[in-house]
């Protein structure tokens, strides 16, 4: 049991933390990102920090749509979008899982999608699906799927596609999101190489010449090293989460991570749900965890899916 909780706890506050922590760098380009050593809740003095009404240690939308994600799970037993789409439209409008209620930092396609729910449309159509809306904002919250499910990879996979076409239904997010679901699945069950494991079965698991093969083949293009910007776009966040995993610490990966600028926060989320499994709870540094906000929210969705999982 003690295992479990610090890998999942590691998991699931490696996000949160990767979230906080890269709030204030947000919307920065690379070559104004601090030196590595400096990156901290707190910003050096002389760094212009974003959100600078949103104290320290604040996750993000990020974080929030996470937490509704993993409270429908646990609260329906299963993948329920109309449930996760209420949840996502309580956090939009009243600041459900949000650090004191407050909303901040929503994204384009996501608002689009959420006044689309809104407006009574069914939640597997709200996401718009052209190519010009592959922001990361399904990837950035779909790690608790990966840490809930108890179903095979064919299941995961689809719950994953599902999950993200409430706010983003084209082929390239659905299928970052399955991929990303994977590579969690197998490092949560210690797999050496996950990465390679978890494109292994996406492959065996899409079809050739469909929408997904085109996405994962040429858009992703999974088997291709070093090469993340840390921009907004999914494929992009999902390669620069890959490769700040080449650090051999939860602090240098999100460090890095940060350090490529632009979309601070959702890059050092998605690489610190990795990068937390990887290195269990106590490998997120203590004073990070401390200085997280909202705990409060965190602990009781963590003790059930600590016994959901060892059930």
């Given at each position: 049991?003690?295992?479990?909780r610090?890998?999942?706890?590691?998991?699931?506050?490696?996000?949160?933390?990767?979230?906080?922590?890269?709030?204030?760098?947000?919307f920065?380009?690379?070559p104004?990102?601090p030196e590595?050593?400096?990156?901290?809740?707190?910003?050096?003095?002389?760094f212009?920090?974003?959100?600078?009404?949103?104290?320290?240690?604040?996750w993000?939308?990020?974080?929030?749509?996470?937490?509704?994600?993993?409270?429908?799970?646990?609260?329906r037993g299963?993948?329920?979008?109309?449930d996760?789409?209420g949840?996502?439209v309580a956090?939009?409008?009243e600041?459900?899982?949000?650090?004191d209620g407050?909303?901040?930092?929503?994204?384009?396609?996501?608002?689009?999608?959420?006044?689309?729910l809104m407006?009574?449309?069914?939640?597997?159509?709200?996401?718009?699906?052209?190519?010009?809306?592959n922001?990361?904002?399904s990837?950035?919250?779909v790690?608790?799927l990966?840490?809930?499910?108890?179903?095979?990879?064919?299941?995961?996979?689809?719950?994953?596609?599902?999950?993200?076409?409430?706010?983003?239904g084209?082929?390239?997010?659905?299928?970052?999101?399955?991929?990303y679901?994977?590579?969690?699945r197998?490092?949560l069950?210690?797999?050496?190489?996950?990465?390679?494991?978890?494109?292994?079965?996406?492959?065996?698991?899409?079809?050739a010449g469909?929408?997904?093969?085109?996405?994962?083949?040429?858009?992703?293009r999974?088997?291709?090293?070093?090469?993340?910007r840390?921009?907004?776009?999914?494929?992009?966040?999902?390669?620069?989460?890959?490769?700040?995993?080449?650090?051999?610490?939860?602090?240098?990966?999100v460090?890095?991570a940060?350090?490529l600028?632009?979309?601070?926060d959702?890059?050092?989320?998605?690489?610190?749900?990795?990068?937390g499994?990887?290195h269990?709870?106590?490998?997120?540094p203590?004073?990070w965890?401390?200085?997280?906000?909202?705990?409060e929210?965190?602990?009781?969705?963590?003790?059930?899916?600590?016994?959901?999982?060892t059930?």
């Amino acid at each position: 049991m003690k295992a479990a909780r610090d890998t999942l706890a590691g998991g699931l506050f490696g996000l949160l933390v990767g979230d906080a922590l890269g709030v204030p760098y947000e919307f920065h380009p690379r070559p104004q990102i601090p030196e590595p050593h400096l990156i901290e809740m707190q910003p050096p003095d002389t760094f212009r920090r974003a959100h600078r009404g949103v104290p320290v240690g604040t996750w993000s939308d990020d974080g929030a749509q996470a937490l509704c994600l993993l409270a429908s799970l646990l609260d329906r037993g299963r993948l329920d979008p109309v449930d996760f789409a209420g949840r996502l439209v309580a956090w939009y409008e009243e600041g459900y899982m949000a650090v004191d209620g407050e909303v901040f930092d929503v994204g384009v396609q996501t608002s689009v999608a959420l006044r689309a729910l809104m407006g009574g449309i069914d939640p597997l159509s709200a996401g718009p699906a052209d190519v010009r809306s592959n922001g990361n904002g399904s990837l950035m919250r779909v790690l608790p799927l990966a840490l809930w499910h108890r179903g095979t990879d064919t299941e995961l996979v689809a719950d994953a596609y599902i999950q993200s076409r409430v706010t983003h239904g084209h082929a390239r997010s659905r299928v970052c999101c399955a991929l990303y679901c994977l590579w969690a699945r197998r490092t949560l069950e210690g797999d050496p190489a996950p990465w390679e494991s978890a494109v292994a079965v996406l492959r065996s698991l899409i079809k050739a010449g469909s929408d997904e093969h085109e996405a994962l083949e040429f858009h992703v293009r999974p088997d291709l090293d070093g090469d993340g910007r840390g921009s907004g776009y999914v494929v992009d966040t999902l390669r620069s989460a890959r490769m700040v995993m080449a650090h051999s610490s939860y602090e240098a990966s999100v460090r890095a991570a940060i350090g490529l600028g632009d979309d601070t926060d959702t890059t050092a989320c998605v690489a610190g749900g990795i990068a937390g499994l990887r290195h269990g709870y106590e490998g997120i540094p203590e004073r990070w965890r401390d200085a997280l906000r909202g705990r409060e929210l965190v602990l009781p969705l963590l003790d059930r899916l600590v016994a959901h999982h060892t059930a």
